[in-house]
């Protein structure tokens, strides 16, 4: 059985949006994107919220007809569109992604199936809503936080549905370019 490793960016005060719900202010460039295909690696796919989905759901299948992409851009498209993909909402009627699987209810039950099935890691993109309803389940097996050097003050916190404590041992810290930090946590079960 693979794991479900989240990978978040976060400002320094824990928020993954602005209170318009944008995210321009993280920081991604090649290093950082290496650091996701280091994750990457023994991954057969991801596990997204409805709103994440949504967005890589209009943008990747479309960087194969984008031209002059950054290679790293090219790489995780190539990556992710033949990948598992696997979407948790309660209000999404169907997908139109290739290779991705729907949960609408008894999600617990569900997302533990895919674990079992997939062989592999799933990358938890983004979907910090997801994240606190899988976290206390004992369904995430890691957290990876890059912290990007600015404070919002408000927004969309990464733990705001969190409600139990979880306890965590940090595997691994990195100091990136622009001041970002990535912070890597098991969770301890």
């Known amino acids: 059985m693979g794991k479900i490793i989240s990978i978040i960016h976060t400002s320094l005060d824990g928020y993954t949006a602005d209170v318009d719900g944008k995210i321009d202010w993280i920081v991604m460039n090649e290093e950082i ?5 280091e994750l990457r ?19 990747w299948p479309n960087v194969p007809n984008m031209p002059n992409q950054p290679q790293w851009v090219q790489d995780y498209a190539e ?5 598992v993909k696997v979407v948790v909402s309660k209000t999404l009627s169907g997908t139109t992604w290739n290779n991705t699987r729907l949960i609408t209810d008894n999600i617990g039950e569900e997302v533990r199936k895919v674990k079992e099935e997939v062989k592999g890691n799933l ?3 983004a979907s910090a809503t997801l994240a606190a309803t899988l976290l206390p389940m004992g369904l995430i097996d890691e957290l990876c936080i890059t912290i990007n050097p600015i404070i919002l003050g408000s927004g969309k916190a990464y733990f705001q549905e ?8 940090l595997t691994e810290t990195r100091n990136f370019n622009r001041g970002v930090v990535g912070l890597r946590y098991e969770v301890i079960k």
């Open 123 to 125: 990358l938890l993109l």
């Open 33 to 37: 994107s290496n650091y996701v295909t």
């Open 79 to 83: 990556w992710v569109n033949k990948a």
């Open 41 to 59: 690696q023994g991954a057969a796919g991801t596990i997204y919220g409805r709103k994440t989905y949504q967005i890589m759901e209009s943008y």
């Open 162 to 169: 969190a409600r139990d404590r979880v306890p965590l041992k």
